[in-house]
């Protein structure tokens, strides 16, 4: 998709840069999961029969959005954060791997992307240019899952 997108945005000349690019191709691909998950929960939330009382005591839909269905909404959004940025990060990272990305400048994908291919025409594996950066993509998608497994918790702790 990025390489017909690409070829696309060069066909009619439209100046924007491979970032740019790749920032509108992975946030419009992204964002329809999410937003999936959220409507379900919402419509659900909607039919409980607390809301549904707070409707018919008179409260508008200000009161009944702001106290009643965001704050049972934040535990998810937050999971849902913990899932997704690892996984745009990953994105992100297999392209500059396959050297679709951007290769201006190291990234963590790059740094596998260039390790395997100038050594594995050889006969030596350099497992140690290879094994750091695939360690900080481990160590920043557990980080992000796990703060976001936190937060999610303490929100429904305090919501009980």
Known sequence: LLITLG?????LHINIGKVYLIIILISLLSWPGTARIIRSQTL??????YVKASAGFGAGWPHIVFRHILP????????????????????EAGLDFLGLGITGFPTWGNMIGFASSLFSA?????????LPPGLGLTVLGVAFYSLGEAVRQEITVRRK
């Open 7 to 11: 070829t696309l945005v060069f066909v």
């Open 44 to 49: 659900s939330l909607r039919n409980r029969a």
């Open 72 to 91: 049972e909404l934040a535990g998810i959004l937050f999971a849902q954060l913990a899932i997704d940025v690892p996984a745009v990060i990953g994105i």
């Open 122 to 130: 050889q006969n030596a594996f350099l497992w140690w240019w290879i």
